[in-house]
């Protein structure tokens, strides 16, 4: 096991209330069990129940959208605001990697017209079950700020990973060495668990959603493998701040 890192504290987090649409970076989250409550709570699916998401359908960051628990807003990038209410319809499996999928229910309301006008084609909003929001394998993920900036690319905005929590002050991929151990995140603590394969989503900016780079091929360049931070469970809930100090545990 490396020796703790000094100096290593959280510079960004990231949560996406609705997957694939914009991210939005508060000044502190809740970490808990099942991740944060608020981030990717929603997800998008087509009108056969497929998911969609940002690896063919970039431009869908162009949305923001907020929950604050009860109601839900989305700003299109026209200008038009679409909110409301949870209120839950059918129910919807989707299948989301290879191995498993992600139950919910499909949000009643004005969302559906909103974001398929703004798609183009028919895209409902739906919620992902109390018991697992729509994360990948794992509900917590941090990457190191030096790692992107090592990456034989100019200017990559490193909002273009989406990971949970970005750290400064750490060595480039000092953070694959933390795999396999428990790391302290402000007040939670994290058992890393593998590290994370990327997609070329990862090829778009992160604003536009335009594909503007080739980070795939960046990766593999340098590293052999299209691999960048890692992906953790939850041990210990608490709050983590910006600022807040990131060590390995022994």
Known sequence: MPEPLRGAYVERLSVAPVKSLAMQHPDAIALGPLGVREDRRFFLVDDQGRLINGVRHGTLVRARAAFDGAQLRIDLPDGERVAGAIELGAPVAVEWQVGFSVRGRIVEGPFAQALSKFAGFAVQLACADEARAAWSWHPASLVGSASIASLRAEGLDPRRFRMLVEIAGAEPFEEDGWIGHSVRVGEAVVAVRA??????????????????????????????????????????PGTVRLGDRVQPLC
């Open 195 to 236: 590290p994370c394969k990327r997609c070329v989503t990862t090829n778009r900016d992160p604003v536009s959603g335009i594909t503007d780079s080739n980070t795939m091929r960046a990766l593999f360049e340098q590293r052999g493998r299209v691999e960048l931070g890692i992906y953790g469970d939850v041990e210990r």
